[in-house]
């Protein structure tokens, strides 16, 4: 990946993830003294501010996918489908966050040789990975290791994309986890036994450590950063986790936060293990 691509690119997800910061800060600000005019003018300004993101991600088109997105976090929808007015900030602001977290999962995903440009008048990174979106993911995993693993990692990782458009959030879910636990592993193993004895590894395979384990080892030994802070309880435990496993055999739905969530640190690992591209 061309360096400035990829300076851009980190310069926009650290943004984004500094307004989804401020935006459940607002929330919770919000929550508890909604009538506070200070508490109401913070959320303004936020919003303002996610405005102005937004219009650059999408090079300035209302009709670009993001724009539309934004626009529509300020709607209630009635029950015949029809626009209403009404919408109270709190929600507003959730929708707004989420707005904000799947142009997160947009960016993290671009494609090598992208056309990325600051510049609100030229192609934005958002609409240039919305175009390429339905297209097969490319060869992304050639850092790993294990050459048999490659073709099984791609298409997993298009398995996660396509059950996350679909809605399918325990399957997306899963899906980037394993991929994560896969990569994870694969560059744990190639260090070797010997080179990880410093770092208070546990004894036995690689292979049979817990999820958290080889997580919490890889940051140590540096191999990662502390991407893997921000997953999901719901992730560190994916393997235990089955759509029946709520409290009195009710139901138990991954969310399509915890979803994005796990995709979103997944290619942020990425980046930590194959820093070339």
């Not at 510049?119 to 240039?128: F, G, R, V, Y």
């Not at 089955?242 to 942020?268: C, F, M, P």
Request: overall charge negative; hydrophobic content about 40%; some cysteine.
């Amino acid at each position: 990946m061309d360096e400035s691509l990829r300076t851009q690119l980190e310069t926009y997800l650290t943004h984004l993830d500094g307004l989804i910061r401020r935006g459940r800060q607002v929330l919770e600000t919000l929550a508890s003294e909604p009538s506070n005019p200070a508490a109401m003018g913070a959320t303004r300004a936020w919003q303002e501010d996610c405005g102005v993101t937004v219009n650059q991600l999408s090079g300035g088109s209302k009709s670009h996918w993001l724009a539309r997105s934004f626009s529509q976090a300020f709607l209630m929808r009635s029950t015949n489908g029809q626009a209403v007015t009404g919408v109270a900030p709190t929600e507003i602001v959730k929708r707004l966050i989420g707005v904000l977290e799947q142009a997160v999962t947009t960016l993290s995903a671009m494609e090598n040789g992208a056309d990325v440009s600051a510049n609100a008048s030229a192609a934005s990174p958002a609409a240039s990975s919305s175009a390429s979106s339905a297209a097969p993911a490319p060869r992304r995993f050639e850092f790993v290791h294990n050459a048999d693993l490659k073709p099984v990692l791609e298409q997993a990782y298009t398995d996660s994309r396509r059950a996350l458009e679909q809605q399918e959030y325990e399957l997306a879910l899963r899906t980037s986890c394993g991929i994560l636990e896969a990569i994870v592993t694969d560059a744990l193993e190639h260090m070797g036994q010997n080179a990880l004895a410093g770092t208070d590894a546990p004894a036995g395979k690689i292979g049979d450590w817990p999820f958290e384990t080889r997580l919490a080892v890889a940051e140590r030994t540096g191999l990662i950063r502390s991407g893997c802070a921000r997953l999901p309880a719901t992730a560190r435990t994916y393997r235990d986790h089955t759509s029946t496993s709520g409290e009195n055999g009710a139901e138990a739905k991954i969310s399509e936060r915890d979803a994005r969530v796990a995709g979103q640190v997944l290619h942020v690992v990425i980046r930590d293990l194959d820093p070339g591209r």
